[in-house]
């Protein structure tokens, strides 16, 4: 028999051991230094591509204006901005979740589609339900039917071995035909049109606009909370909760896992379904808070960016958040930036692959900015 | 440092004049096709661009990349713009709620008619199968395997209008001259029909037509914007012989030059036209919400030159094809059922 | 060749990892290389293979000072590494790994093999290496392999051939063949730089023996006039006792009972084959075998970890044969396992989550809503740290950022530090150092003398000849034969015989089989 596990006293040298290291510089500059670079390069490289494809100076300066103007330069921008993140952030959530856990999910677009269906079908079938009954059990049936559908691909894994980058691919090319099924279904599909539209959301079962008293314009919708929320929960749950101890051993170490008694097929279809849960919310606050209706391409890619934002976020939590809320001021800026100086849209998408480009390439910034890091990469002098 | 600085000048500069107020703007929201689409979005920033040209208006654009996009383009050019013209059916409930939100602004919408009418937007629509019907007859005449084809983007009116017409006129055709010219792709009676499901890809309009092909049609009519654009480059490999391609919207043969040999015609929707008329009504103050409805009469919606196919077409069909053209602006023809 | 070392220093950020340091490397002799984990070898060695270049001081070969900018300037100096980790592709032949990064090409580049293959053939003439140039390196047991990382460096005619920890991965069998070579290399004239922290085998085989410490060299000597003791003492600082201290066993109740327990392969293969033995409160079990005769699956099967195709299953008397990993362990095993990087921890996380990888369930650390009490946690684990001396800063360090001993350290107080009523270890002690092996073994037969029942798995003899009270022996999933080692009196040589696989070895003494 030996001491068991639980209170202890603590002498001076155990206390010690509890001190907390300072958050290395080297993390500090990973964390910031280095996405701030990226962005500086990529917009630099986005100036020369516009450069080449004959833009003039002039027009680049004014796009870049526009850039800023459009992504944070207003209430309008950043209503805008943080209403295009709101998605984003859930799904990238379920993302990293995911990641942590050492799932590769590709699935996001198709867990997102069948929540905001399923949203959207509640809230039309219960219109006489009051706003504070209608809109979370709305969010919730679009949380529960991503989480049945990304279950899909979790239990195959657990039971067969499927891996999840195919299964989840194929997932998505179903799910936008389930889609196109359901929305032609008489009771979905909205009265007097042959194309596939559901019925709308019923005003009861619409997330509030925040800030539309200001102005009727602003689109910021009562998703943000849930998207705050979210962020909060998913970090109590990865780093703080026992389900969530299970998900990272598991991702970092599947054998020490399965040591540790870990039940690996039941941690995989739970890392899945809380992933398809979030994707499955993100589709529904992007019904109930922006569209208020399913139609065929309503996931509009978001799935898909979702999965760069998750990895830009290093599939933490809170960098997800600031990974959403860039990603969202891109999209946002890069409307301004048409508007104003007639940039094509396709340059976002360039300058948004860029960042992506280099914020995953840590060492190449390093190398490329040697005076913004107090150290030079590792093999140099 | 020396392009860092040029470039931070430039911006400086830039930044000042952002902001500066000029003469009446005129902007386009497109739908996911793009500006540059060599039909649908294309034409109607056309009209604007006609305006531009005549009395020195100022016009701007926002694509829309996906249905998302939708709403936050029309949200940014309100306040910036005199009139804001949305091309699409698929915009009209963001266009509506736009407007509802924001009376004082003009809205104009292409292929979306109001019930009841919103008194700050025009809803411009067209009698596309009135055109559709032309096209059908003349093509019930100029094919040798007696099948033809068609298909569409999504089912929505707009894109089906044309398939309706297309249909009847081939079948006025059969009626006579004794023929059983057969219409794939479409059915006017249950509204049911092929549809890519997109307005992009044009992999698909070359699978499609290929399958329409494949079924024995000699002259498919796309009606799903740049998706037709691959159905023109498999009639192009196939040779016209093969395989003719009927345009739609623009005057594709002035479009898409490189493959303007394969369309015996295109069915014009003269969204140029309506869109500078409501334009004009803008700027001149006689704006008011309500309809625009282009007709064959009014030259809102229309047959494209044969162009390649000038000679290719006998006389006595041209002479019908006009003859049909005075009944349906008479009356005396009806292209519906 | 010889190589000379001349007040090498080299720092990274405060730490000095090599301190002043002055060596002679000479021809047609081997000098043995001896320190902990972290004593600082391996940077000494990366600065003569040119990864890293010194803070102060200078090399010298044949007394000509050199510099090295980049890994590939020690190796076209003759100077060649042969890595504890193997660098070869395992789907290549093994005249393509050694011809690998300088292949013979012919006109046009193309690459002639045949030319490799004959260069391959004649070095493996030349030293007797007896490496089947045809094949593939993921047929070849981990001895021949090593021998590839060997041609690899002579095929780049080095005269001096750096063995980094070279005997780890090897069997007894296989260690007496390695030095066979290592002579062979020898007499050629090749200078040898044998790296180990095992004493015996560098007073077998060295000529001359430097000891570092802590960034400095703090002993040289003849291996004629050194003994294991003294190298211990000039390798960890202090007097350190190799011989077990421990009273004679006193077996209680039955902890553990294995019935007629087999288990299959995925063909027909029997991996254990009708394995019958016990293991009672108060007595340290050794099993005995070379390695990969069926010791990792028994352990598999006694802590849940694998499911046994028949057989029953005891523990304290209950039948746990169907019960899950974490019900074995909740009822009192615990299980150190052979490979602590692969099973035993999570590089990545905290040591403090390491120390509760798999109790971090318990109701001690529960916090409302399924969260864990983590400050509960981190008071325990520090705890740990100081019962069990892990050397770190703090408790919120990575478990990868540790020394290894210090790592199995960390494992080791998980498992023990608890209500234990038996211990499975397997190889306790794989990759620690002599410091740490002393703790370790020690710490083991406390758990035995608080009354826990001990099963110890290891492929080295010395350590289960030191610590078993009764030696079991497997050879191809069976038991072969048991020894009563009360007071250490079980005869070496039959143990190693009955390892080997003689037939006709006899159950001496002991209680049931």
Not at chain 2, 283 to 307: I, Q
Not at chain 3, 128 to 150: S, T
Not at chain 3, 328 to 333: I, K, P, Q, T, W
Request: proline residues 4%.
């Amino acid at each position: 028999m030996s001491t068991s596990i639980g209170k202890r006293e603590l002498d001076e040298t155990g206390r010690k051991l509890l001190e907390r290291a300072m958050r290395g510089r080297e993390e500090f500059e990973d964390l910031v230094i280095v996405p701030i670079f990226a962005v500086i390069v990529a917009l630099i490289l986005g100036a020369l591509v516009m450069l080449a494809t004959g833009v003039d100076l002039e027009t680049i300066g004014r796009s870049f204006v526009a850039l800023a103007k459009g992504s944070f330069g207003s209430i309008n921008a950043v209503s805008e901005t943080l209403t295009s993140a709101i998605p984003l952030v859930l799904a990238g959530l379920g993302l990293g979740l995911g990641f942590r856990a050492g799932l590769f999910n590709i699935g996001a677009e198709g867990q997102i589609l069948m929540g905001g269906l399923a949203a959207a079908i509640f809230a039309f079938s219960f219109p006489g339900l009051p706003s504070f009954l209608l809109i979370p059990l709305a969010l919730i049936a679009g949380a529960l039917v991503g989480a049945i559908y990304a279950g899909i691909a979790g239990v195959l894994k657990a039971a067969t071995g499927a891996h999840e980058v195919i299964t989840t691919i194929m997932l998505n090319l179903s799910s936008y035909l389930i889609l196109i099924y359901m929305l032609k279904r008489p009771y979905v599909q909205v009265a007097g049109r042959s194309d596939p539209v559901s019925k709308s959301v019923p005003p009861a079962g619409e997330l509030p606009r925040l800030l539309d008293w200001l102005d009727p314009n602003l689109r910021l919708h009562a998703g943000l909370f849930l998207m705050l929320a979210a962020v909060a929960f998913v970090w109590w749950v990865l780093f703080r909760s026992k389900i969530g101890f299970a998900f990272r051993a598991s991702g970092a170490n599947p054998d020490a896992a399965r040591y540790a008694g870990m039940k690996s097929g039941l941690i995989i279809v739970a890392a899945m379904a809380s992933a398809g849960a979030l994707a499955g919310l993100a589709g529904a606050a992007q019904v109930q808070g922006v569209l208020w209706r399913a139609t065929p391409g309503f996931s509009a890619g978001i799935g898909f960016d979702a999965i760069a934002l998750a990895l830009l976020g290093r599939s933490h939590p809170v960098g997800i958040l600031f990974a959403g809320i860039l990603f969202g001021g891109l999209e946002a800026g890069g409307r301004q930036m048409q508007v104003d100086a007639g940039v094509s849209i396709d340059l976002i998408g360039i300058i948004q692959a860029l960042i992506i480009v280099f914020i995953a390439a840590p060492l190449l910034v390093r190398a490329l900015f040697p005076w913004g890091f107090a150290r030079a990469p590792k093999g140099g002098k | 440092m020396t392009f860092l600085s040029k470039f931070g000048l430039a911006a400086a500069l830039v930044a000042g004049s952002v902001t500066a107020a000029s003469a009446f703007t005129a902007c386009q929201v497109t739908d996911v096709g793009g500006i540059d689409d060599a039909g649908f979005n294309q034409t109607a920033w056309k009209g604007l661009e006609d305006v531009k040209t005549s009395d020195g208006i100022e016009g701007r654009f926002l694509e829309s990349q996906a249905e998302t996009d939708y709403a936050p383009n029309i949200n940014s050019f309100i306040g910036q713009c005199d009139v804001i013209i949305t091309v699409g059916f698929l915009m009209g409930d963001a266009t509506k709620a736009a407007a509802e939100a924001n009376p004082d602004q003009k809205f104009s919408i292409v292929d979306f008619a109001y019930d009841p009418t919103i008194p700050n937007v025009v809803g411009q629509v067209y009698a596309t199968n009135q055109g559709g019907f032309l096209a059908g007859y003349l093509a019930a005449g100029m094919s040798k395997t007696g099948v033809l084809g068609t298909f569409g983007g999504i089912n929505i009116p707009p894109v089906t209008d044309f398939m309706d017409g297309f249909v009847h006129g081939a079948n006025l055709y059969n009626e006579r001259h004794g023929t059983e010219v057969t219409v794939l792709g479409w059915n006017p009676e249950s509204k049911e029909g092929l549809f890519t499901g997109n307005f992009e890809s044009l992999d698909d309009g070359r699978a499609f037509a290929q399958n329409l092909y494949d079924e024995g049609a000699d002259i498919v009519m796309p009606v799903a914007g740049p998706v037709g654009l691959g159905s023109a480059a498999l009639a192009d490999e196939l040779g016209t012989d093969a395989l003719k391609i009927i345009g739609v919207d623009a005057d594709q043969y002035m479009t898409d030059t490189e493959k303007q040999h394969v369309y015996l015609t295109s069915v014009l929707k003269r969204m140029d036209a309506t869109v500078t008329q409501v334009i004009k009504s803008a700027m001149d103050g006689s704006f008011a919400g309500g309809l625009v409805v282009g007709t064959l009469e009014n030259d809102g919606v229309g047959l494209a030159p044969y162009h390649a196919f000038e000679d290719a077409v006998p006389a006595e069909l041209k002479a019908e094809i006009e003859e049909i053209k005075a009944g349906i602006i008479d009356g005396s023809i009806t292209v519906g059922g | 060749m010889d190589v000379e070392l001349r007040g090498l220093t080299k720092r990274f950020g405060p730490v000095v990892a090599n301190d002043n340091v002055n060596l002679m490397i000479r021809g047609g002799e081997v000098l043995g290389l001896l320190g902990e984990n972290g004593a600082g070898k391996s940077t000494m060695m990366n600065m003569l293979s040119g990864l890293y270049t010194p803070d102060a001081g200078e090399i010298l070969i044949d007394g000509k000072p050199v510099r090295f900018e980049g890994p590939g300037d020690g190796i076209a100096a003759g100077i060649g590494m042969v890595h504890q980790h193997f660098m070869l592709v395992p789907v290549f032949t093994v005249a393509e790994n050694v011809v690998l990064g300088v292949e013979p090409t012919g006109r046009l580049g193309y690459l002639d093999l045949k030319k490799a293959r004959a260069q391959v053939e004649a070095i493996n003439e030349k030293y007797g290496l007896h490496v089947p140039a045809d094949a593939l390196i993921e047929n070849l047991p981990v001895g021949i392999q090593q021998r590839v990382e060997i041609l690899k460096v002579l095929f780049r005619e080095a005269d001096v051939l750096i063995l980094d920890e070279p005997t780890a991965v090897l069997t007894p069998q296989e260690v007496e063949e390695f030095f066979g070579i290592v002579k062979g290399l020898k007499e050629a004239g090749k200078a040898i730089v044998f790296i180990t922290h095992k004493l015996h085998e560098i007073l077998a085989i060295s000529d001359r023996i430097s000891v570092l410490r802590q960034g400095r060299i703090t002993g040289e000597g003849d291996p004629a006039t050194l003994d294991e003791e003294k190298l211990a003492e000039m390798m960890v600082g202090r007097h350190v006792s190799f011989t077990v201290k421990k009273t004679p066993a006193q077996p209680g109740s039955e902890m553990l009972r294995l019935d007629r327990v087999t288990l299959l392969d995925d063909g027909d293969d029997r991996l254990l084959d009708n394995v019958t033995f016990t293991v009672h409160s108060g007595e340290i079990v050794g099993i005995a075998g070379v390695q990969g005769n069926g010791q990792t699956e028994l352990v598999e099967v006694i802590t849940g970890l694998a499911r046994q195709n028949a057989g029953k299953i005891s523990f304290a008397g209950d039948d746990i044969s169907t019960l899950s990993v974490r019900e074995r362990h909740r009822r009192g095993m615990a299980h150190i396992p052979e490979d602590r990087h692969r099973m035993g921890m999570v590089d990545k996380f905290t040591i403090a989550e390491n120390m509760v990888l798999n109790s971090y369930y318990d109701e001690a650390y529960a916090a409302p809503f399924g969260s864990v009490n983590w400050n509960r946690v981190h008071e325990t684990a520090a705890a740990f740290c100081v019962d069990f001396d892990v050397r770190t800063p703090s408790v919120f360090l990575a478990g990868g950022a540790l020394s290894g001993g210090n790592q199995q350290k960390m494992v080791v107080a998980r498992e023990l530090e608890r209500q234990t009523r038996l211990v499975v270890a397997s190889q306790p002690t794989r990759g620690v150092d002599v410091g740490s092996i002393e703790y370790i073994h020690e710490r083991l037969v406390r758990s035995r003398d608080e009354g826990d029942g001990v099963l110890i798995v290891s492929s080295e003899l010395d350590e289960i000849m030191g610590l078993s009270d009764r030696i079991l022996v497997m050879f191809e999933g069976r038991i072969v034969a048991e020894f009563d080692n009360t007071g250490g009196k079980a005869d070496r040589n039959q143990v190693g015989l009955a390892m080997a696989g003689a037939t006709g070895t006899e159950t001496v003494g002991g209680t049931a089989a």
